[in-house]
């Protein structure tokens, strides 16, 4: 459940000992996970109230909200290294924004990742018996709509 991107990240910390909450969504907070030379590594959970998310909703589909879609508002990536002057940093936390394309398209739409695309056209009507259709543009162009909708509302 949630973005198949991190579904051996899930495993590997649930092994290290991290309990998902009792009721999963696609859209639970993994722990942050440090490790160290000398130490194995630690999961260290993250304050539900300290992460910020925006509810996805459409400026013209009241029926996006059922589909219970969030994303933090100001997301940091951790699992990137970080070189300079030779040395590597390996757990360098990364402080961007998302909106449009990259959480609508990459994000919510990609097979690999959320694969809310069939989802959204089912609700839209779709044909989606044949690409020809275009169903996969049409779904994409709503989820990136509501997207920027979304991150546009609350300023």
Same mark, same amino acid.
């Given at each position: ?44 959970? !993250? ?14 589909? =009241?029926?996006?909200?059922? #589909? @219970? %879609? ?32 990259? !959480? ?14 069939? =989802?959204?056209?089912?609700? #839209? @009507? %779709? ?29």
């Amino acid at each position: 459940m949630g973005d198949a991107r991190n579904a051996e990240f899930t495993e590997s910390v649930e092994a290290l000992g991290w309990q998902p909450p009792a009721i999963r969504t696609a859209f639970d907070h993994l722990p942050l996970v440090v490790s160290t030379g000398m130490q194995d590594p630690q999961p260290y959970k !993250i304050p539900r109230e300290v992460v910020h998310e925006v509810p996805l909703t459409h400026p013209d589909l =009241p029926w996006f909200a059922d #589909l @219970g %879609l969030r994303w933090p508002a100001v997301p940091v990536i951790t699992n990137m290294r970080l070189r300079i002057g030779g040395v590597d940093y390996p757990a360098a936390p990364f402080n961007t924004w998302f909106v449009g394309t990259d !959480i609508g398209t990459r994000s919510l739409a990609d097979d690999s990742a959320y694969a809310m695309l069939h =989802p959204v056209a089912i609700q #839209l @009507g %779709l044909d989606t018996s044949t690409d020809r259709t275009l169903w996969r543009d049409r779904a994409t162009l709503e989820l990136n709509r509501a997207v920027l909708h979304s991150f546009d509302t609350p300023g």
